[in-house]
C-alpha cells in the first residue's frame, strides 16, 4: 500500500521538482485549449525539415545524390513515436522536456560547425523555438491536474542525451549532425502525433486530461499561481 | 568717516582672500542635499552647515547666513536658525524647474560671501505608460510603442521588459529621439506567450505599465503576397483568375485575405466579398466581370482568425477579361442631304461606335442593310461609322449591326420616312439645364409609344455652321445629358426627335449654356434720334459667339460730364430705348451693359448732344411771327387802301394837272406837255418836290352860264385833242385812283358831279428838301381837298391882293388856300423871276380874264396860292370853267 502510494506520488513529486528547479517569471497562459493549439502548431513547426535539416544539408554540402541516404536517424536517440504514445500526459511532458533540453545543448554545439551567419542565425532561431516549445511545455505540465496519469508506467525513453559520440572527421561530424536534425524532425513529428492524439481521443482526453478534471486543476492552479507568486512578484530578482 | 571704514573693509577683505586663495577653494560650508531633484509643487528644505574654520576666520555663526535663488535674496521668514553652524530654508510649491541655490554670509557686516550653492532641479515623477502595443512585422523583430503620459521635465527611461514563463528576455532600451517605442533584438517566437510591459524611471521615480500576454504570432502584420497574375478564360469573358504567392509566414498561420479590383479607367475600388477569401490560398478567380474589360487587382493577407495586422497591399497587377459578342445595337441616325438627281435622295447613315463595356470586345465592321418597301434586302459591310447612299424618294427601313471577335450585335433598325412623310408628334416640354458640370435634357414624352429618342445639338455661332453631334436614348428614357465634349460659354442648340415605329417624329429644339459667362463684349449703343430732352438709343442684338449665355437684361449708364450716372433697365427683347427728361444744349455719355446670368459686360461709351431747340420749334416761332407780319402788313395795307384818302392827302395829295385845265386851253404858250405826260419820265426824274395844291370851290351850286358851258366845251374839244397828254399823277400819287377826272369825262353830270372837286398841281422845278430839280414839270392833282380858308393867314389874302388887285373886289367866300407861307419869304429868285416874268407878259390877257370875271355877279371868289416851295394849292369844288382858267392862267404865269 505504501508502496503503491509512493509508486504514484513520485512522477508528481519528481515533475513538481523539474517544474520548481524552472525558475518563476512570466505568466503562463492558462487556457489549455489555446496551450495545447500553441504546442501542436510548434510540433508542426519544429517536425518541418525545411526549417532546419535542409538548410543544414544545403550548407554543409551533404545534398549530393547518395549522400541524403546516409543522412539517417541514429536508432535509440529519440524515443520513437510507440514510446512516446505510452507515455502518460505528465511523464510524455517531462520527457518532452528532457529531450528539448538534450536538444539545445546538442543544436549549440552544432553551431560551431556551421561557418555560415545566415545557418547560424537559422540554428539560433530554431534553438529559441524550442525554448518557446518548453516554455509552453512547462506551462501546460502545470495546467495538468496534480492526480492525473499516476497508473502509467515509467516511459522507456532513452536515459542519456542525444550526443554524438566525439569525433574529429568533420565529415563525419557533419554527418553525425545531419543525422540529428533528421532524428530531431521525426521526434518531433512523433510529438506531434501525440498531441494529435491528445486532441481526437476523447476517452484519451478524458482520460488525460479530462475537461472538467482539468478546468478544476486550472482553476486550482490559477488560484494556487496567484497565491503564491502574486505576493513575491516584484521581489523576484529580474 | 564712513568711506575710510569702507576702504578699510575692502582691504582687509582682499588681504584675507590672498592670503587664503588655498583654504578658499575649500568651502566655508556645504548645503544638504547637494544635487537635490524636487517634484513640482512639494517642499524643499535645504540646510547650510558652516565650517568651524570659517567661523573662525569670519567670525560669524549660522545667524550670518542668507539663501538666495538664482541671485535672489530669500526671505528671512523661510530661514530656520538649526544651531551655531546650520542654517536651513524651506521652499513650499517648488514650482521653477531649474533653481539656482547659495548659501550666503555677511562678514565684517557689509561683505557677502557666497558660501556653497546647489542646483535644485524639480520635475514630475514618470506617469504609468499606457496603451502597450506591439507588432512583429513578418522577417523583422518585435516592436512596441506605448503612451508615455505626462511631461516629466525630468530625464525619463523607458525600458521595455519581456519575458515569458520560463525565461526572461533582454530589456529593450528606448532611443532618445524614439522614447514612445522600443524595437526588440531578439525574434519572436510564434506560439508561445510572451508577457511584455514598460517600465518608466527618472529621479523622481519609477512606474510599471499594465502588462500584455500574447502570443507574437497574434500580432503579426504578414508581408503581402507577391508575384500577383492575373490570366482570362476563352470560354468565359466575365472571369479573370488571379495567382500569387503567400509570404512565408503561411508557413506558420493561416491566412485570410481583402482581394480588391477596379477598372483601369476607374479610381474606385471593388472588394471581394470577405467570406470568399477568408482562408489561405494562392489563387483567386473574380467572376461577374464585363468583357473585354481591363481590370487592376490588389491583395493584402492576415492571420485567418483576424488576429494580428493586414499585410500591405500588394503591387498591382491587371487583365483583360476575354471579348464577347456586341451587348447593344450601336445607335443609328440619318441625314438627308441634298441630291441633284430628281426623285433621288442622298442618305448618310450615321452610327456610333459602341462604348467598350458594350463592344465587348474590339469592333472589327458593320453591316447594313437597306430594303425599300417589298423590294430585295441589300447588304453593305462598312468600315467607318458613316455610309451616304442615294436612296429613291420611297419609305425605307435600315439595319445595322456591330461584328467582333466572338459575334454580331442585335440589329439597329431604322426607318427612313418617305419624301413627302411630315413628322408629328413632338415631345413637348423640353427643357435644357447644366447640372454637376453636364448639360442635361428632359422632355415630356409624347402620348404614343416611342422606340428611341435622337439627341442632336450643336454649337451655335455666327462664323460656323452648325455642326450637330447626336446620340440615341432609349424610349423610356425622358431625361439625360448630352455625352459630347461640351464646351462653356457657347450656346448649344439642342433638337430632340422621337422615334416611332413608323419613322421620326416632329423635333423640337431649345437653346442651353453648360456654363454661362459674362459678355465678352458690351452692346455698342448709339442714337437713333436726339431731341431737346429725349434721346432715342438704339443697338444691335450682341453676337451669339460674344454672348457668353442668355442675356436677360440691358442696363444703360448715362450721365452728364458732371452729373451722378443714372442707370435704366431695359429687357433684353429690345434693341431700342428712349431716355427721357434730358436737359438741352447738353453733353450726355452714355454706355450700356449686357447681363447674363453670370454677370455683365460694358459697351464702348457713347457722346450725344441735346439740342437748344426742338424740331419745329424754331419753325414755331418764326412762322407765326411772320404770319403775324405778313397780317400785320396786310391789314396795315388794308388800312391805307382803305384811309388812302386820308393818307394819301397828309402824304401825297392830289394836285390837278394844271395842262388839262380850261386855262391852258386858252393859254398861248402852254408848255409842251410830252414833258408833263409820261409817268416814267415824272419819276425817273424824281425831283419834284413842291407841289403846289389849287384848290377850287364853287361858291354855290349854280349851274354854270352859257360862256361857262361853252368853254367847257372849248375844254372839251382841247380835252379831246389833248387826250393822250393829259396828266395823270393824282392817280399816281400815294394810290393809283381810278378816280375819273375832269380830263377824262365826257359826261356833263359826270362833270358836274365829279368836276366839283377838279384838282391841279403846280410841280414846282424845285429840289426835293432842298435839292434843286433839273427840269421843272407840272403834275395834276386830283385831290378833292377843298382849299382851307386862310383866315388866319392874312399874308395869303394880301398875297392874293398884291398880285391881282384888280380882283379884290371879289367876295371872299371861295378862297385859294395856301399851305405853305414860305414861297413870299422864299429866297429862290429863280421862281420870283420867273413869276414875275409870266404876270409881266400876260399882263394884258390877264385883265381881260379879270373882267369877265368881273362880268358875272355871282363869280365865286377866288383866292389862288402860289406855293414854289411845293405847297399845296387848292381850288374851290363847282368851278369848272373858272377852274379851267385858273389852271390855264396859273400855268401861263409859272411858264
Not at chain 2, 32 to 47: I, R
Not at chain 2, 506 to 533: D, F, M
Not at chain 2, 552 to 580: C, K, M, P, Q, W
Request: net charge neutral; proline share 6%; glycine share 4%.
Amino acid at each position: 500500500m505504501q508502496a503503491q502510494l509512493l509508486r504514484r506520488t513520485l512522477p508528481s513529486l519528481v515533475l513538481g521538482l523539474l517544474f520548481l528547479s524552472t525558475p518563476a517569471m512570466g505568466i503562463c497562459l492558462d487556457k489549455y485549449q489555446e496551450l495545447f493549439g500553441q504546442l501542436q502548431k510548434q510540433t508542426d513547426i519544429m517536425q518541418c525539415t525545411s526549417l532546419l535539416l535542409d538548410p543544414y544539408i544545403k550548407s554543409q554540402g551533404l545534398d549530393k545524390d547518395g549522400l541524403k541516404e546516409h543522412c539517417r536517424e541514429r536508432p535509440g536517440a529519440f524515443p520513437s513515436k510507440d514510446a512516446l504514445q505510452r507515455l502518460s500526459k505528465r511523464e510524455f511532458l517531462r520527457t518532452l522536456h528532457t529531450m528539448l533540453g538534450s536538444i539545445l545543448h546538442r543544436l549549440t554545439a552544432l553551431q560551431r560547425d556551421v561557418p555560415k551567419a545566415q545557418d547560424l542565425e537559422t540554428l539560433n532561431r530554431a534553438k529559441q523555438n524550442i525554448r518557446g516549445f518548453r516554455n509552453n511545455i512547462h506551462c501546460m505540465a502545470r495546467l495538468l491536474p496534480d492526480s492525473s496519469e499516476t497508473t502509467e508506467p515509467t516511459p522507456a525513453v532513452p536515459a542519456t542525451s542525444p550526443s554524438p559520440t566525439p569525433t574529429s572527421d568533420t565529415f563525419q561530424r557533419r554527418l553525425e549532425g545531419c543525422r540529428f536534425l533528421h532524428g530531431y524532425h521525426r521526434f518531433m513529428h512523433s510529438v506531434g502525433q501525440v498531441f494529435q492524439e491528445w486532441g481526437e481521443s476523447p476517452s484519451r482526453r478524458r482520460r488525460h486530461s479530462p475537461h472538467g478534471g482539468l478546468r478544476k486543476g486550472v482553476r486550482r492552479l490559477q488560484l494556487s499561481r496567484r497565491n503564491k507568486r502574486l505576493p513575491p512578484r516584484g521581489q523576484l530578482p529580474r | 568717516m564712513l568711506a575710510l571704514q569702507t576702504w578699510i573693509v575692502h582691504a582687509l577683505f582682499i588681504f584675507f582672500t590672498t592670503e587664503s586663495v588655498g583654504e578658499l577653494l575649500d568651502p566655508c560650508g556645504y548645503i544638504k542635499p547637494e544635487s537635490p531633484v524636487v517634484q513640482l509643487g512639494s517642499n524643499f528644505t535645504a540646510v547650510c552647515v558652516l565650517k568651524e574654520k570659517c567661523m573662525d576666520y569670519f567670525h560669524v555663526n549660522a545667524s550670518y547666513i542668507f539663501w538666495k535663488t538664482n541671485h535672489l535674496t530669500v526671505p528671512k521668514e523661510q530661514y530656520t536658525i538649526i544651531n551655531r553652524t546650520a542654517s536651513s530654508v524651506t521652499f513650499t510649491d517648488t514650482s521653477l524647474l531649474n533653481t539656482q541655490l547659495t548659501c550666503n554670509i555677511r562678514t565684517f557686516g557689509q561683505i557677502d560671501q557666497n558660501v556653497y550653492g546647489i542646483r535644485i532641479i524639480s520635475g514630475l515623477p514618470p506617469e504609468k505608460p499606457k496603451n502597450l502595443s506591439c507588432i512583429v512585422n513578418e522577417g523583422k523583430k518585435m516592436m512596441c510603442q506605448w503612451d508615455p503620459g505626462r511631461e516629466t521635465y525630468l530625464e525619463t527611461n523607458f525600458t521595455l521588459k519581456s519575458e515569458w514563463a520560463t525565461e526572461k528576455f533582454a530589456d529593450c532600451k528606448t532611443k532618445r529621439d524614439t522614447p514612445t517605442s522600443c524595437t526588440v533584438d531578439y525574434s519572436p517566437v510564434y506560439f508561445v506567450n510572451i508577457e511584455v510591459w514598460v517600465e518608466a524611471e527618472n529621479a523622481l521615480g519609477k512606474v510599471t505599465s499594465n502588462h500584455i500576454n500574447f502570443d507574437p504570432v497574434d500580432k503579426v502584420k504578414p508581408n503581402p503576397p507577391h508575384n500577383l497574375s492575373v490570366s482570362n478564360s476563352e470560354e468565359l469573358s466575365s472571369i479573370l483568375k488571379l495567382t500569387w504567392i503567400n509570404s512565408s509566414i503561411q508557413g506558420f498561420i493561416r491566412l485570410k485575405y481583402n482581394i480588391q479590383y477596379r477598372t483601369r479607367d476607374s479610381s474606385i475600388w471593388s472588394q471581394i466579398p470577405p467570406e470568399d477569401t477568408a482562408s489561405t490560398r494562392s489563387s483567386f478567380t473574380v467572376q461577374d466581370l464585363k468583357p473585354f474589360t481591363e481590370y487592376v487587382f490588389r491583395i493584402r493577407c492576415m492571420k485567418e482568425d483576424g488576429k494580428g495586422f493586414w499585410s500591405d497591399w500588394s503591387e498591382e497587377a491587371s487583365g483583360i477579361t476575354y471579348e464577347d459578342r456586341p451587348s447593344k445595337a450601336p445607335s443609328f441616325w440619318y441625314k438627308i442631304e441634298p441630291s441633284h438627281t430628281h426623285g433621288y435622295r442622298s442618305v448618310q447613315l450615321i452610327w456610333k461606335t459602341l462604348p467598350p463595356f458594350e463592344a465587348n470586345g474590339k469592333i472589327l465592321d458593320y453591316e447594313v442593310t437597306l430594303t425599300r418597301w417589298k423590294s430585295r434586302l441589300q447588304n453593305y459591310t462598312v468600315n467607318d461609322t458613316k455610309w451616304t447612299v442615294n436612296i429613291t424618294n420611297d419609305r425605307y427601313i435600315a439595319t445595322l449591326t456591330a461584328r467582333n471577335l466572338v459575334g454580331k450585335s442585335d440589329a439597329a433598325v431604322l426607318t427612313i420616312p418617305a419624301y413627302d412623310f411630315q413628322a408629328t408628334r413632338p415631345v413637348t416640354d423640353l427643357k435644357a439645364f447644366p447640372k454637376d458640370n453636364m448639360l442635361w435634357v428632359e422632355w415630356t414624352a409624347p402620348n404614343e409609344s416611342v422606340n428611341r429618342y435622337v439627341l442632336e445639338w450643336c454649337v451655335l455661332s455666327d462664323k460656323a455652321p452648325c455642326v450637330p453631334d447626336w446620340q440615341q436614348e432609349a424610349g423610356s428614357v425622358h431625361r439625360t445629358y448630352l455625352r459630347g465634349n461640351l464646351a462653356e460659354s457657347k450656346c448649344y442648340l439642342i433638337t430632340v426627335t422621337p422615334i416611332y415605329a413608323d419613322g421620326p417624329g416632329s423635333p423640337e429644339s431649345i437653346k442651353a449654356y453648360l456654363k454661362q459667362a459674362p459678355p465678352s463684349k458690351g452692346p455698342t449703343v448709339r442714337t437713333k434720334k436726339v431731341g431737346k430732352n429725349e434721346a432715342v438709343l438704339e443697338w444691335d442684338q450682341l453676337p451669339v459667339d460674344v454672348q457668353n449665355g442668355f442675356i436677360r437684361n440691358y442696363t444703360i449708364f448715362y450721365r452728364t460730364i458732371i452729373g451722378n450716372e443714372t442707370a435704366v433697365n431695359v429687357d433684353s427683347s429690345h434693341t431700342e430705348y428712349t431716355l427721357s427728361s434730358l436737359t438741352s444744349d447738353t453733353l450726355y455719355m452714355v454706355r450700356m451693359a449686357a447681363y447674363t446670368d453670370e454677370g455683365g459686360k460694358d459697351g464702348p461709351e457713347f457722346t450725344f448732344t441735346t439740342p437748344k431747340f426742338a424740331q419745329g420749334e424754331i419753325e414755331a416761332i418764326v412762322v407765326p411771327v411772320c404770319l403775324a407780319f405778313l397780317l400785320t402788313t396786310l391789314l396795315g395795307v388794308l388800312f391805307c387802301f382803305n384811309k388812302r384818302d386820308l393818307i394819301k392827302k397828309h402824304i401825297w395829295p392830289n394836285v390837278p394837272d394844271p395842262s388839262k385845265s380850261l386855262i391852258a386851253q386858252w393859254s398861248p404858250h402852254t408848255p409842251p406837255r410830252h414833258n408833263f405826260n409820261s409817268k416814267d419820265q415824272m419819276y425817273s426824274d424824281g425831283n419834284f418836290t413842291d407841289v403846289s395844291v389849287v384848290e377850287i370851290e364853287a361858291a354855290n351850286d349854280k349851274k354854270p352860264f352859257p360862256e361857262d358851258l361853252k368853254s367847257l366845251d372849248l375844254f372839251k374839244k382841247e380835252k379831246v385833242s389833248t387826250e393822250g397828254h393829259s396828266s395823270g399823277i393824282g392817280g399816281s400819287s400815294c394810290m393809283s385812283s381810278s378816280r375819273p377826272s375832269i380830263s377824262s369825262s365826257d359826261e356833263n353830270e359826270s362833270a358836274q358831279n365829279t368836276s366839283g372837286t377838279v384838282q391841279y398841281s403846280t410841280v414846282v422845278h424845285s429840289g426835293y428838301r432842298h435839292q434843286v430839280p433839273s427840269v421843272q414839270v407840272f403834275s395834276r392833282s386830283e385831290s378833292t381837298q377843298p382849299l382851307l380858308d386862310s383866315e388866319e393867314r392874312p399874308e395869303d389874302l394880301q398875297l392874293l391882293d398884291n398880285t391881282d388887285s384888280s380882283v379884290g373886289n371879289f367876295p371872299r367866300q371861295q378862297y385859294f388856300k395856301q399851305n405853305c407861307s414860305q414861297r413870299e419869304t422864299s429866297p429862290d429868285s429863280s421862281h420870283s423871276e420867273r413869276s414875275k416874268q409870266v404876270s409881266s407878259v400876260s399882263e394884258e390877257e390877264f385883265v381881260r380874264l379879270k373882267q369877265q370875271i368881273s362880268d358875272k355877279n355871282n363869280l365865286h371868289s377866288l383866292k389862288i396860292s402860289i406855293c414854289p416851295s411845293g405847297q399845296e394849292t387848292v381850288l374851290p369844288h363847282g368851278l369848272f370853267p373858272f377852274q379851267s382858267i385858273w389852271d390855264s392862267t396859273l400855268k401861263h404865269y409859272i411858264n
